[in-house]
């Protein structure tokens, strides 16, 4: 059986990110054992001056950590090891300002460590360690970025898509955009974006 590692964003009353990711959770199938991450109710920090400090000591000197040092990437490395005993990735997210919320980059950065999720070659070229997993993204807003005027504003899903495939785990994408400024069309645009997702899920499996 498949483990999913599903990281869900999902803070707004009503949220059509959740109504996504609820009929994108009722396709999994029994195949799929999922292990869900809620960012608003288990939040991931932000890297402090000491967790930063500590995993570059580590992650970049390869040096060791002292107990207290160690302590401090525990909650990090916690949440990495969750992406590293997964094989398939989903992650479920609203249209922030253009970009991602700053609960899902926590994330990211948490998961992104240099000798654990990918590495960097003796040329500097970087290598991922992840290779096999494949990740579905899913995210809703309520401007439409998907015309020409306006798709470059986009900086969400090329960003998350550069990170996973830093680490090596290929990904898929799926929008649900203008939910807010077409209302009369929400259900429709929803129902598109499901039926994108199905499509992924067979990708993934």
């Known amino acids: 059986m498949s483990q999913t590692l599903v990281v869900r964003y999902t803070p707004r009353e009503h949220s ?10 009722a396709r999994l199938g029994s195949q799929h054992q999922p292990d869900v991450l809620d960012l608003v109710a288990t939040p991931v920090q932000q890297h402090s001056s000491a967790t930063i400090n500590a995993l570059l000591k580590r992650n970049f000197g390869g040096q060791t950590l002292s107990a207290a040092e160690q302590a401090v990437v525990n909650a990090p490395d916690s949440v990495m090891q969750r992406l590293l005993h997964a094989d398939r990735i989903v992650l479920a997210f609203p249209f922030y300002n253009f970009s991602v919320p700053a609960a899902v980059k926590a994330w990211l950065d948490a998961v992104i460590q240099k000798g654990k999720t990918f590495d960097i070659s003796g040329n500097g070229q970087f290598e991922g360690l ?25 900086l ?6 550069n990170c996973f495939s830093l680490l090596g785990v290929e990904s898929r994408a799926v929008s649900a955009m203008g939910m807010d400024v077409y ?22 499996a």
């Not at 992840?130 to 020409?148: E, N």
């Not at 929400?186 to 199905?198: P, Q």
């Open 156 to 161: 969400a899903t090329p960003l998350v898509q």
């Open 130 to 154: 992840c290779h096999g997993k494949k990740a579905l993204i899913l995210m809703t807003s309520g401007g439409d970025y998907g015309q020409p005027a306006t798709e470059a504003m986009n």
């Open 16 to 25: 059509n990110t959740a109504k996504l990711l609820s009929a994108v959770m």
């Open 183 to 204: 209302p009369g069309q929400s259900g429709t645009i929803l129902e598109k974006a499901v039926t994108d997702a199905a499509d992924a899920l067979d990708w993934m």
